[in-house]
């Protein structure tokens, strides 16, 4: 099976609004900080949760049973002051559609620049990241021909 375009993080949707601002950053501190990822390394007691509350056993089931598997993404991400919650936290896929993990750093990385250049408001990056990340895809870069390979 694979993952439906615009699926989004039930938990994070529904509560989206809480999640906002949850890192208590504003606009200055997270230009300062700049881009922030996570080791992209298995951490078994933050993963397994994450995979469990999508009704899969671990990566490469389920929908992540793709090439590359999956790896478990912040929906807001770190550099648009998101959390480590695992309600901010979900399984993403590599490959197997053009709506991939590659595709969606792209996305963060151009709102965290819009963000920084005051072109587009923090809370706005997070509110559209949140309610469908593919939307907001399509509304500030457009349809994407190819999946957006990590650099």
């Avoid at 922030?36 to 009704?55: M, T």
């Avoid at 997070?126 to 457009?142: K, N, T």
Wanted: hydrophobic share 35%; glycine share 8%.
């Amino acid at each position: 099976s694979t993952i439906a375009a615009g699926t989004r993080a039930p938990d994070v949707v529904n509560s989206f609004m809480a999640l906002l601002s949850f890192r208590g950053i504003d606009t200055p501190s997270l230009s300062a900080q700049g881009e922030q990822r996570l080791p992209s390394y298995f951490n078994i007691e933050r993963d397994i949760p994450v995979y469990r509350s999508y009704g899969l056993t671990g990566n490469h089931t389920g929908y992540c049973a793709v090439d590359g598997g999956c790896e478990v993404d912040h929906l807001i991400s770190l550099e648009l002051g998101g959390s480590n919650r695992i309600t901010n936290l979900w399984p993403e896929p590599y490959t197997g559609t053009v709506w991939n993990a590659h595709t969606k750093d792209r996305l963060e990385n151009y709102l965290h620049a819009e963000v920084c250049a005051g072109r587009v408001t923090l809370q706005s990056a997070q509110h559209d990241i949140a309610l469908d990340w593919v939307a907001a895809y399509v509304r500030y870069l457009g349809e994407p021909t190819v999946a957006t390979p990590r650099n």
